[in-house]
């Protein structure tokens, strides 16, 4: 046996393949973000059955892409795969629906809970929270099997010390 080891598998090219092999003509851009993961953007004409319903798909991509470049180097850093700014788009349109739900909250005060979302969906209604004086959010562990966020009224602060 050799003891040679391969060289490790660049993400950009190794993405490029996973996906020349499923028959895809893709571009990918790469893009270095500071604070946040590395992101593979794509750029296709078949850009909806990349993305598959819900972004499935295109998890599955994210997921198997990021086993293998663990697998060659446990340090290596999580990459991001997003096709024409699928995933950001679903986010502003997930904060911007929840902001709505908000409203009913915040003049009602009675809780509301939110359909069930993936662990990635919910830290983006977390993170959209994390700073409203009014609403805050309640999920319960990631080992519950109920996978929702409630959201809820704050109590009301007295900061000018009446």
Not at 2 to 19: G, I, R, V, Y
Not at 39 to 51: G, N, P, S, V
Not at 77 to 93: A, G, I, L, N
Not at 149 to 161: F, S, V
Request: aromatic share 6%; proline share 5%; hydrophobic share 35%.
């Amino acid at each position: 046996m050799s003891t040679e080891t391969q060289p490790k598998a660049n993400a950009k090219e190794l993405l490029d393949t996973m996906l020349g092999y499923l028959g895809f003509v893709v571009q990918i851009e790469e893009i270095e973000s500071d604070g946040s993961n590395p992101t593979l953007q794509i750029y296709t004409e078949e850009a909806d059955r990349l993305i598959g319903r819900d972004g499935e798909t295109l998890d599955a991509i994210q997921f198997l892409l990021n086993r293998v470049l663990q697998a060659q180097d446990a340090d290596a850093p999580k990459w991001v795969v997003d096709c024409e700014m699928y995933r950001s788009m679903r986010e502003d349109k997930i904060v911007h629906h929840v902001r709505l739900l908000a409203e009913r909250v915040r003049i009602s005060g009675r809780p509301l809970q939110l359909e069930p979302m993936n662990s990635y969906e919910r830290r983006i209604v977390h993170e959209a929270f994390k700073d409203d004086p009014q609403i805050g959010t309640w999920s319960p562990s990631d080992s519950a099997r109920i996978k929702q966020i409630t959201l809820i009224r704050r109590p009301a602060t007295n900061e000018a010390g009446a």
